[in-house]
């Protein structure tokens, strides 16, 4: 288990859109050097002031910061930066602890210099070890980690990468071995849960699975209850997660996200 590093202050290098819908932000600063080296896919949380500012001083005493959850997409210890990648999901609005949109509305705004804090790094779990083939599901909020997980994959690996995208130009560029087929859908162009549907189209090969999805917590759910039912289904080799729920802000989907689990672990 990693240790909770104490929340450091890095500041913007670069902001920048990499797809349409995803804006990377670079962070550099001396902190960094407290990292360890291997930072990229560990997801780290950004801390706001209620107000939606990353000045920290303004907050009153006893006042506590609004959290927020990001996986570092890259981490170059000789450069000195990281980076994390944001879906543009909320442009426009007011930030307030109801509506949320901190995290977001910060990474299509913010400038070179500006200061922010994170708590972190922590492990994302990785794909279960001695499996036969790997299931790997995620929406655009899972790409930088998936983008981490399938560099990883060794050359002879078998399977499924099935991603959501919000458009066609939004899927990144994935290495993936011969044997590992690339299905998408786009977020939008059907109706329902375009990636829950497409994931209970898949024929599942003979032997153990390892599965990774991370993705909008309905659509979670939905995947939850159709891999769960197959035959081949190893819980031990499994890690579903949700990463966010529509109409409800991080806050609150946290609150959610454990009663959930509670109940699904019985
Ligand atoms: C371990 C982990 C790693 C994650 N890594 C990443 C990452 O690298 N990149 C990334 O973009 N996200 C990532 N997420 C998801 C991210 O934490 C949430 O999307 C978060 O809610 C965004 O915060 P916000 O302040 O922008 O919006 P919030 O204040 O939390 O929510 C405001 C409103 O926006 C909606 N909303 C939130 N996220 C989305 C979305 N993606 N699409 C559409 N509507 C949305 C909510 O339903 C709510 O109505 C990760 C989550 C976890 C648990």
């Known amino acids: ?58 907050l009153s005493e006893g006042q506590k910061p609004v959290l927020r959850t990001f996986t570092i997409s890259e981490f170059d210890a000789e450069q000195g930066t990281l980076s994390l990648d944001f879906v543009k999901h909320q442009h426009k609005g007011d930030i307030s602890p109801e509506q949320g949109g901190y995290a977001c509305h910060w990474a299509m705004h913010t400038q070179p210099g500006e200061q922010i804090s994170l708590g972190g790094p922590n492990t994302i779990q990785g794909l279960a070890d001695g499996s036969d083939w790997v299931l790997i599901i995620g929406d655009m909020t899972a790409l930088p980690s998936i983008q981490l997980k399938t560099t990883h994959l060794a050359a002879n690996s078998q399977g499924y990468v099935v991603l959501a ?39 599942w090969p003979d032997g ?20 769960s039912q197959q035959d081949q289904f190893d819980r031990k080799a499994c890690y579903i997660s949700s990463y966010w729920k529509h109409g409800v802000t991080e806050d609150g989907h946290k609150v959610i996200k454990r009663d959930d689990q509670d109940s699904y672990n019985g």
């Open 1 to 58: 288990m990693q240790k909770r590093l104490q929340a450091k202050s890095f500041t913007v290098q670069q902001a920048f859109d990499i797809s349409p819908n995803m804006r990377r932000v670079i962070l550099t600063g001396e902190d960094i050097r407290h990292l360890p080296a291997n930072s990229a896919g560990q997801y780290v949380k950004l801390l706001f002031t209620p107000a939606g500012s990353t000045d920290l001083s303004t």
């Open 208 to 227: 153990k699975p390892a599965i990774w999805c991370a993705c909008e917590f309905s659509t979670m759910r939905a995947i939850r209850q159709h891999i």
């Open 165 to 203: 995208l919000s458009s066609k130009q939004d899927l990144p560029a994935l290495q993936l071995p011969a044997g590992v087929e690339l299905i998408t859908v786009i977020d939008g162009e059907h109706p329902g849960n375009a990636l829950a549907d497409k994931v209970a189209e898949l024929r």
